[in-house]
């Protein structure tokens, strides 16, 4: 047993072993693909996905490396759980999900709100601890996850990233994981973790960490600006102000993107800017 992540230890360990399955965060996951080759190992059925979301251009590379199904399973202790193992619509015999106002009042499809999640696997209360109570559950038993997300026409869940995780670039809130599901489709970029670095005029600047596939060059601050703008029609103020290309990304010990660092080594980084190109302030 490692207790780092290593993609090559996890292949061989996935050969030898022949698992049905294999769980990571997609970090892991798109590490594996990145180094995987040979099509679908002996006896694997699916790949499972949890922790964080996985943007939809990470899904299909995984999918079409490993040649396998790519389940998304999002879920908490909290008694939150659903996945996209059928057709992506939360099974209501083990959680009924809903997207809310900050008010709790319940949103359209295709708007973006606070996840909240109800039935028989959500705990009762906290014990002992009304405060607790009080802040992740409503007195008609649901939990306010904290997650940002919208529930899609076909009543599919979108999990565009935690509440807490934005940017705020004077005045306007920016959500990282809106910009880093749309810059990991660049044919250029392997990984991305976008972060806040602070701006004594702004507040915050957003910075997009970047490790570059094999044999591609990095792409350029200017390069990724207009990717977003002409393929993802992204609002100016949205754009990424700083660029950090990295050999990889920093993970913590589960395997997720450490932002804690991923923000300190951003922070650290020289100033750069879209040469040209002039934001709102």
């Known amino acids: 047993m490692s207790r780092r992540f290593d993609p090559d230890a996890a292949l061989r360990a996935i050969d030898e072993h022949e698992p049905t399955h294999v769980f990571g965060v997609p970090t892991m996951l798109s590490r ?19 922790g964080a979301p996985m ?9 079409t490396r490993f040649r396998t199904p790519v389940i998304l399973v999002y ?37 973006s709100g606070e996840v909240r ?16 109570n009080s802040r992740y559950r409503t007195a008609g038993g649901w939990v306010r996850t904290g997650d940002r997300g919208f529930l899609d026409e076909d009543g599919v869940l ?25 810059l990991s489709g660049h044919p250029a970029v392997a990984e991305v973790g976008c972060v806040g670095v602070p701006d004594p005029d702004l507040g915050e600047r957003l910075c997009a960490c970047i490790v570059a596939h ?7 601050l200017a390069e990724l600006a207009g990717y977003l703008r002409t393929r993802h029609d992204l609002e100016p103020v949205k754009l990424p102000e700083r660029l950090l290309v990295l050999p990889r990304l920093p993970l913590g ?3 997720k993107v450490s932002r804690t660092t991923l923000t300190r080594l951003a922070t650290a980084h020289p100033d750069r800017t879209a040469p040209g190109r002039r934001l709102p302030r």
């Not at 094999?214 to 350029?220: F, K, L, Q």
Request: aromatic fraction near 2%; charge should be positive.
């Open 117 to 132: 999640a109800r039935g028989p696997m959500t705990p009762m209360s906290y014990v002992a601890d009304p405060g607790l």
């Open 75 to 111: 879920g908490s202790t909290d008694g939150v759980n659903c996945h996209n193992a059928v057709d992506g619509r939360p099974d209501p015999a083990v959680a009924t999900i809903t997207v809310t106002d900050e008010a709790g009042r319940p949103l359209p499809a295709g708007t």
């Open 253 to 255: 010990p589960t395997g």
């Open 55 to 63: 943007p939809p251009a990470v899904e299909q590379r995984v999918r």
């Open 214 to 220: 094999p044999g591609h060059p990095p792409p350029g």
């Open 158 to 182: 979108h999990v565009t990233g935690r509440g807490g995780q934005i940017v705020l670039r004077g005045g306007r809130t920016i959500s990282p994981a809106e910009v880093e599901t749309y």
């Open 32 to 50: 594996l693909a990145g180094r995987h080759r040979t099509g679908r190992p002996p006896g694997l059925r699916a790949l499972v996905s949890s």
